[in-house]
């Protein structure tokens, strides 16, 4: 009996409907949870001016074993140890110290180069934190930042 109801058209259009809907909320569902997470900080996408340049990424910390790192790991849960570990910082505190080393690289950028008509963005590695200096939408200088040593270069 079920079978005959399903053979009908009406009943089949019915049927695709219904699962069209679902597949639908379920894909809903799964978008709105990936931008929570993104929201609370526990999805950490890497800056795409980098094209992928740290995406090698095999350790247990973010940054170590990748290009950006060593593979070695120091004894304050930083992979390579020259620069400060933010592994046990809650993402406010994460976010405070990033702006503290974008607001540091600023303010070295113009004192050594006399040009204040540049941003900043601090992103954290793992093992280290880098700051970016841009022109626009070019990158003119990165910079190494720890709370305790302040701005230094990479070379």
Same mark, same amino acid.
């Given at each position: 009996?079920?079978e005959?109801?399903?053979q009908r058209p009406a009943?089949?259009? $019915?049927l695709f409907? *219904?699962?069209?809907v679902?597949f639908?909320?379920?894909?809903? &569902?799964a978008?709105l949870?990936?931008w929570?997470?993104?929201e609370? &900080? /526990?999805i950490?996408?890497a800056d795409?001016s980098?094209?992928g340049?740290? /995406?090698?990424v095999?350790?247990e910390y973010?940054?170590?074993g990748?290009?950006? =790192?060593g593979? /070695?790991?120091?004894?304050?849960?930083s =992979?390579c140890?020259?620069g %400060? /570990?933010? %592994?046990n910082?809650?993402?406010? !505190? *994460?976010?405070n110290f990033? $702006?503290?080393? !974008?607001?540091?690289?600023?303010?070295y950028?113009?004192?050594t180069?006399g040009?204040n008509?540049v941003?900043a $963005?601090?992103?954290?590695?793992g =093992?280290?934190?880098?700051?970016d200096?841009y022109? &626009?939408d %070019?990158i003119v200088k990165s910079?190494?930042?720890?709370?305790?040593? &302040?701005?230094? %270069? *990479?070379?």
């Open positions: 009996m079920l005959e109801e399903f009943n089949k259009s $019915k409907s *219904i699962v069209g679902s639908l909320v379920l894909l809903l &569902g978008a949870l990936i929570r997470l993104q609370a &900080g /526990s950490n996408n795409p980098y094209n340049a740290y /995406s090698s095999s350790s973010e940054g170590c990748g290009d950006s =790192c593979s /070695s790991s120091s004894s304050d849960g =992979c140890g020259s %400060q /570990s933010t %592994q910082m809650t993402s406010e !505190e *994460i976010d990033l $702006k503290e080393a !974008e607001k540091a690289g600023l303010s950028y113009a004192e180069y040009d008509s941003s $963005k601090a992103t954290d590695y =093992c280290h934190t880098q700051v200096i022109q &626009g %070019q910079l190494g930042y720890d709370a305790e040593n &302040g701005i230094y %270069q *990479i070379d």
